[in-house]
Nanobody, 131 residues
Framework: QVHLAESGGGLVETGGSLTLSCVVS?????????LAWFRQAPGKEREGVAA???????TYRDAVKGRFTISVDNAENTLTLQMTSLKPEDTAMYYC????????????????????????WGQGTQVTVSS
């Protein structure tokens, strides 16, 4: 049984930094994978933030490029999202997601990944950026 558990959210001022973590259990990240961070602000649809696959491909939504970094610690089975220069519009519930099918990795590599590509989801961690 695959389980994802996020942590690291909180309240931060504009321009501040946070690092989110997502521990993956029930599947080894030394095997093939696609992992992603999504976020959902109140009254808005969930949107993809960043994705990474086991081939090392990384893609980001334009709004976070240069500010957020997605990474994986295989030994700790953990997905991380380092967020810097945070803005009020980054305020949202952040979710990690995982999938282990080959064609999802193709989508990550192509930058065409979507919510429906990911089968496993965490419960979310809240990020609030004050202005």
């Amino acid at each position: 049984q695959v389980h994802l558990a996020e942590s690291g959210g909180g309240l931060v001022e504009t321009g501040g930094s946070l690092t989110l973590s997502c521990v993956v259990s029930g599947y080894s990240l030394f095997s093939e994978y696609s992992l992603a961070w999504f976020r959902q602000a109140p009254g808005k649809e969930r949107e993809g933030v960043a994705a990474v696959d086991s081939d090392g491909d990384r893609t980001y939504r334009d709004a976070v490029k240069g500010r957020f970094t997605i990474s994986v610690d295989n030994a700790e089975n953990t997905l991380t999202l380092q967020m810097t220069s945070l803005k009020p519009e980054d305020t949202a519930m952040y979710y990690c997601a995982a999938d282990f099918k080959s064609f999802t990795r193709v989508h990550v590599m192509a930058g065409s990944w979507q919510e429906g590509d990911f089968h496993f989801w965490g419960q979310g961690t809240q990020v609030t950026v004050s202005s």
